[in-house]
């Protein structure tokens, strides 16, 4: 199992601009822009996701969101360039699992992106990903990395008893409301 690390004096903001608590816990690694750092990626994220309680599909959802978004730094960002880095954090707070993949290329805005739900799109491989991570995560934002490339920080609320997805089901697959046992 990976460490999780103490917080660093300089610290990644949050999505909501709030700095992280101390009594947070803090994780980052610099990737190659290689293939293989798509998995390391999902792998070290998902480590963090299952220790810190989310449930498996949640755990696949937030897997799948490290996955295209350190996919999009790979090719987009860095375009497949071997002396281009990318960089992934994570930090854990009491609410909330945040997720950092900061890439050296050029950067994007989201409005560039086509959507790919749109009928000229359909076909497209352009813009699943960023979709997949909107859909997936519970906050997902790209603002100008620190590196001069893109920098994509997405959210995920810790799961707590009796608590509800975005999707309106509670993380037990109901409607909202922790399903009742019948005697």
Do not use: W
Not at 26 to 35: A, D, S, Y
Not at 125 to 147: H, N
């Amino acid at each position: 199992m990976l460490p999780i690390l103490a917080p660093p004096k300089q610290l990644l903001p949050s999505l909501t601009g709030q700095r992280v608590s101390p009594e947070s816990k803090h994780l980052e690694v610099t990737l190659e822009t290689h293939v293989e750092s798509v998995n390391i990626a999902e792998e070290m994220c998902l480590r963090v996701a299952e220790a810190a309680g989310f449930p498996e599909e949640e755990c696949y959802r937030i897997g799948m969101s490290v996955r295209e978004g350190v996919i999009n730094a790979f090719h987009y960002g860095n375009q497949e360039r071997p002396e281009k880095k990318i960089y992934l954090a994570v930090d854990l707070t009491d609410s909330k699992m945040i997720i950092h993949v900061v890439d050296e290329g050029k950067g994007f805005s989201l409005v560039d992106v086509p959507d790919p739900l749109a009928e000229e799109n359909l076909l497209s491989t352009s813009g699943r990903g960023i979709f997949l991570m909107r859909a997936f995560m519970d906050e997902f934002k790209v603002v100008p990395g620190r590196t001069g490339g893109a920098e994509i920080i997405m959210s995920k609320n810790l799961p707590g008893p009796g608590s509800t997805a975005p999707n309106g089901r509670d993380k037990s697959g109901g409607e909202g409301t922790t399903p009742r046992r019948e005697a």
